[in-house]
């Protein structure tokens, strides 16, 4: 199976795009899997409006790919803008898709809300997403709850493409674990880079430990009894601890005088145990640019090669 996911370059990457998105990338890369994972750099124009940060952005995204464990030996990685194919194809779907499916989206009016500009590509990028899934044929796309309406606008529109010029997209799947769909911020809210409440994947020691001692919590003291579900801080746990480690942990919980203080700081171990080898690689990866640069040229030109085969079918099927 194909599997393909991409990520904005619009920020540090944070334990909500690990877990949501890069994880299951990992574990499908172990299984054996095709893999493509892009950063998504057109897309993060729609919000930076700065040359150099993008570019320090786009490599730092693929600092974190790699450190986290995506193998370019096994797996495709690649810029976005390096396949620009991709634009011609958003074009080819724009024309068919209806207004009102985008006036649907709510990643848009969630953006406005947060006070982003309200562009034309801030718009249209549902489609331009459903361009980056179609040109590589992907089956099954790795991604956060928040995004599982882009993949239904993306099938609907291969299916709009299918019944005007043919049969030549498969219909993608989103691939969204329960246990990972929403991961909660330091706030309680769904983390993100524009909510002011990540926790970042490569943030220096010192504050990644004052973030997760800053999560908030109810004022409960530490003798109560407390329910564990629910709870930001056990449930940002689960994600890093052994199944053993998540029961003790409720266990201690629901029979008290176990305080809040006492979970974060069994958070902070569980995330260094996890994290501390891949910071040991990012820094190594860190010291040689020439590489990383040669890993994404090499993964641009099997990208490219997929999607060219994908746009000679689609360019004579629309009369190009
Ligand atoms: P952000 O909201 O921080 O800007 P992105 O929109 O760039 O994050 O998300 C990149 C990927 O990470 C997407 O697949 C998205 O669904 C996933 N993701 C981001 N935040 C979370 C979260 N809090 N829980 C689960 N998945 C997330
Ligand atoms: N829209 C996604 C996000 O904001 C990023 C993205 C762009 C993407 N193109 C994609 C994700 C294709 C999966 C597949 O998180």
């Known amino acids: 199976m194909r599997i393909l996911t991409g990520i904005q370059p619009s920020g540090k990457l944070h334990w909500g795009n690990y877990f949501g998105a890069m994880k299951s990338m990992f574990d499908l890369q172990a299984k054996g899997e095709e893999i ?43 810029r976005q803008s390096d396949v620009k194919e991709v634009q011609e ?35 249209a990028y549902p489609v331009l997403m459903a361009a980056d ?33 043919g049969e030549i997209f498969k219909l993608p799947d989103a691939y969204i674990p329960d246990s990972v769909a929403t991961i909660p911020g330091t706030d309680g ?12 994947l490569f943030e220096p020691n010192g504050s990644i430990k004052k973030k997760v001692m800053g999560i908030v919590t109810d004022s409960k003291t530490m003798e109560e009894p407390k329910e564990p579900e629910g709870n930001s801080i ?32 069994a958070l902070l171990e569980a995330y260094h145990r996890l994290f501390d080898p891949f910071r040991a690689k990012r820094e190594e990866l860190a010291k040689d640019p020439d590489t990383l640069e040669d890993i994404l040229k090499a993964g641009a030109a099997r990208a490219r090669a997929a999607a060219a085969a994908t746009m000679e079918k689609v360019r004579a099927a629309v009369g190009l």
């Open 189 to 200: 809210q769904k983390m993100s880079k524009s909510y002011h409440n990540a926790i970042e």
């Open 36 to 78: 493509f994972m892009f950063i998504a750099n057109y897309h993060a124009m729609t919000t930076v409006r700065d040359g150099a940060t993008l570019r320090e952005m786009t490599r730092d995204v693929a600092l974190d790919y790699l450190a986290c464990g995506l193998d370019p030996e096994k797996s495709i990685v690649y």
């Open 89 to 123: 194809l958003a074009w080819f779907l724009s024309c068919l898709t209806p207004m009102g499916l985008l006036e649907r989206c709510h990643s848009y009016k969630d953006k406005m809300a947060h006070g982003f500009d309200a562009t034309h590509g801030l718009f």
């Open 133 to 165: 899934i179609l040109i590589m044929n992907a089956d099954l796309v790795p991604v956060g709850k928040d995004q599982k309406q882009h993949l239904e606008v993306t099938r609907d529109l291969a299916q709009k493409f299918n019944n005007a010029f």
């Open 234 to 265: 056990y449930e940002l746990y689960k994600l890093f601890a052994t199944p053993e480690e998540v029961a003790q942990m409720a266990a201690s919980f629901r029979a008290g005088n176990y305080g809040y203080g006492h979970a974060k700081k």
